[in-house]
């Protein structure tokens, strides 16, 4: 496939508002393609160049494109610049400066091909050391040398990794399994374990038996189940018996263990081993198995937990290991695992998840309670906030594992105002005190492949948090006109909010009122945001009466 015949497909799904007509539109495609193509083209279609849990990443930033373009189009950074502020999107941007300027003559120009922009951007992801920003940009420079004015509006939005044209997984999910005739269950169920739907549809396309044989594999990282926020008595009540874990102030991990070796995963599926050694040797003395497992690791000073941002530091560190394993001390508290000797096991239900994992890992399990007593699970909620976490985890004992989904069956109870996580996709700069920095932000949710605006906030924010988001977000923006930013939608806000509105003045349709920031989720990326049928549902237990506080 020409990438003038992708970029023209996403001109269509660009224009296209059905969910439906888009689905048609990607399944009548899909046959079409090559083995070699097809996972190429799926990712892409959702605005990714590599699986969720490959190491690789294009690290492309703003800057590194208005150069590349610049230089293309025979003008300014500061032409280019003022042109995406001028539309408030890169790759219209893109397009019209190609139209309208003359770009670099090269000797050999040649029509891009889908396969070929793959490799180059895979060229630009395994540059390293300290050419490598030139490297990226020398191959930027030459994609869109050969680029057309359409292809280099898709070919930018690629490169910053926000297509724009409404492509998630769902739709992507739905699109395989109407093209090659197989039950979307069956879809997800292996995307759920392989964590590429590229790849998946290739499986799709040799049969449903194929699918149906996919299995969790070592040491590629799958997505984390998620909790939603829920009570305590409404858990009971519709299940009797569950299982009560303390929600811990901590940062999930993956770890994965096949004979003498091992690896840990962040949240994002980013391998943090060389961060974790302390983790990794408590874990590898702890099981003789070949493991998966899902866990918090929290920091501990004098037998108290401390706060999330000491976890992170540990996290993200990535020299002089030692001494700031002698400053922060972690600790591992798994509560779950997913895979064991070559056995996948997320299709069991959680009891029996439990008794495997207390079988062959003889320390570091959380605690766990069960119980169908609704004081019973309020007098360990109260001892978890006794002890310093931050509330408890009520999971339904039948529950299979799912990974990256936010289900009923897992909720989450802490005390206070509720909290969601959310994209930046913006921000306004500050007046007075907070003169020279960015004052207030503009925060999304996620709904198939687009960030739709759920309000901003601007109180919880220290000076000092104020200037540490500045320096995290300078080299962010994409647009910017007046007062207001544009940005890449790469940082996580947790915000606080007394409950969710309707409004017309926000893209997905309803507002958080006094909203206020809680802490950077570092440990999450824009597709670990709530999703817009979950701001919904928030809206609609609110109605009826619903919270997230224990009763």
Known sequence: MRFMEFSRYCEQLEGISGRLEMIDLVSGVLPSLTDEELPIFVRFIMGRVFADWSPLKLGVGP????????????????????TINTLGDAGLAVEQLFATKEQKVIISPEELDLIEVYRDLERMAVAGGHRSQREKTRVAERLFANARPLEGRYLSRLMLEELRIGMGEG????????????????????????????????????????????????????????????????????????????????????????????????????????????????LMAATDRDVILDGEAIAIKDGRPMPFQYVIRRFRRKHRIDAMMEEIMLVPRVFDILYLDGETLIDLPLSERREKLEEVLSEHIAPQVRTADATAAEGIYAAALDLGHEGVMVKVLESRYLPGIRGRQWVKVKPGVDTIDLVVVGAEWGEGRRAGVFGSFLLACQDEGRFLTVGKVATGLSDEML?????????????????????????????????????????????????RFVRLREDKGAGDIETLDAVRERYRQQQNGGGAAPS
Not at 508 to 513: D, E, F, I, T, V
């Open 63 to 82: 800057n590194l494109l208005y150069e590349a373009v610049a230089n293309v189009a025979g003008t300014k950074k500061e032409v280019v610049r003022e």
């Open 171 to 282: 739709n992507v999910r739905d699109a395989i399994a109407k093209a090659f005739a197989v039950d979307v269950s069956l879809v997800e169920h292996a995307h759920q374990a392989m964590n590429d739907l590229g790849e998946v549809a290739l499986l799709a396309r040799r049969g449903a038996d194929a699918l149906a044989e996919v299995k969790i594999e070592l040491f590629r990282p799958v997505k984390m189940m998620l909790a939603q926020q829920g009570t305590i008595t409404e858990r009971i009540e519709e299940y009797g018996d569950v299982a009560v874990e303390y929600k811990y102030d901590g940062s999930r991990f993956q770890f994965h263990k096949q004979g003498d070796t091992c690896r840990i995963y962040s949240r994002r599926l980013e391998d943090v081993t060389a961060s974790l050694p302390d983790i990794a040797r408590l």
């Open 467 to 515: 200037a540490e988001l500045y320096a995290l977000l300078k080299d962010r923006v994409i647009a910017q006109s007046g007062k207001e930013v544009t940005l890449e939608p790469e940082f996580v806000f947790e915000v606080g909010y007394s409950e969710i509105q309707t409004s017309p003045n926000y893209s997905s349709g309803y507002a958080l009122r006094f909203p």
